[in-house]
């Protein structure tokens, strides 16, 4: 039995698709039980809780034979990130009351560093506060996640795919989702490891790949264009996140640019991308496709 934690969005989800796949039995922490119904009928167990309840992941990693954990996405986050900080400290109590045999934790490139990462300080954050545990964990630092262009099927149409990445010839780190739980799930079933473990997982890709993939996935010539730094405030504002509060975001994005995701840190271990992101646009309009 495994705990997924996450189990209704990307990473979570694929790292349970693919422990079933493998026969294993899976269980997961929700809040809101309607949310994870197709997951109980795939036989997932479901504990009732909440990322800020200790007590409750306690209980879900009562049994378990190994753990994945996560941090809520949060991309308006406090100055001080004391949500990330909250939900930290509640992983290091239920995981000292109720140690397990194995921890994956998804954290991402750039985590090694203390500052200047802007949104990926929240797992700079999680990885400091979890190596004072002496269990077997393995710190998951995927890329960029492929899915994170997505908007392109529907904005594209024009032949321009705005980007951060500037500039859009410069490689950084990318990774399909699906590719971080597999991953996942084989470190949690597979051989077990003493200590702590870092693995880089993705591929060096840039933003002018990516286009050209998407390109030949809408038969029509798209091209990566940069997004002006003076206008990422009101881009991101377009993206979901409330007026004034980008900085995090823009700081990331930033750090990205200047070679913060790089793959090649010191004593990680890698594990390269197999999905490109052809198939992740691929796959996308496959579904958009079926539910038209």
Not at 120 to 145: D, H, K, N, V
Not at 200 to 229: H, N, T, Y
Request: charged content about 20%; proline content about 5%.
């Amino acid at each position: 039995m495994f705990l997924v934690m996450g189990i209704t969005g990307k990473v979570g989800g694929a790292a349970a698709s693919h422990l079933l796949a493998q026969g294993r039995k899976v269980r997961a922490l929700v809040r809101d039980r309607a949310k994870a119904a197709s997951w109980v009928d795939q036989g997932v167990e479901l504990v009732d809780g909440d990322w800020n309840d200790a007590a409750s992941i306690e209980r879900a990693l009562r049994g378990v034979d190994g753990a994945f954990v996560m941090l809520p996405p949060i991309w308006a986050p406090s100055p001080d990130f004391r949500e990330a900080k909250g939900v930290i400290a509640t992983y290091v109590q239920a995981l000292s009351k109720a140690p397990v045999p194995r921890v994956v934790a998804l954290s991402s490139m750039g985590a090694d560093r203390t500052s200047g990462m802007g949104l990926i300080t929240a797992l700079s954050l999680m990885e400091q506060a979890f190596r004072e545990l002496t269990l077997p964990i393995a710190f998951a630092r995927a890329g960029g996640f492929f899915e994170n262009f997505l908007y392109g099927l529907h904005v594209a149409q024009g032949g321009a795919l705005p980007v951060f990445n500037d500039p859009t010839h410069r490689k950084s780190t990318m990774v399909a989702t699906d590719d971080i739980g597999a991953e996942i799930a084989s470190l949690l079933s597979g051989p077990a490891w003493r200590g702590h473990r870092t693995i880089e997982l993705g591929s060096m890709v840039s933003a002018d790949d990516v286009a050209a993939q998407l390109s030949e996935v809408m038969k029509r010539d798209v091209k990566a264009v940069a997004v002006p730094r003076a206008d990422w405030p009101d881009t991101f504002e377009q993206f979901g996140i409330p007026k004034g509060k980008s900085g995090p975001a823009e700081t990331m994005y930033g750090a990205v640019n200047a070679g913060g995701m790089d793959l090649g840190v010191a004593g990680t271990e890698h594990v390269p991308a197999t999905t490109s992101a052809r198939d992740v646009f691929a796959s996308a309009q496959r579904v958009t496709r079926i539910h038209a």
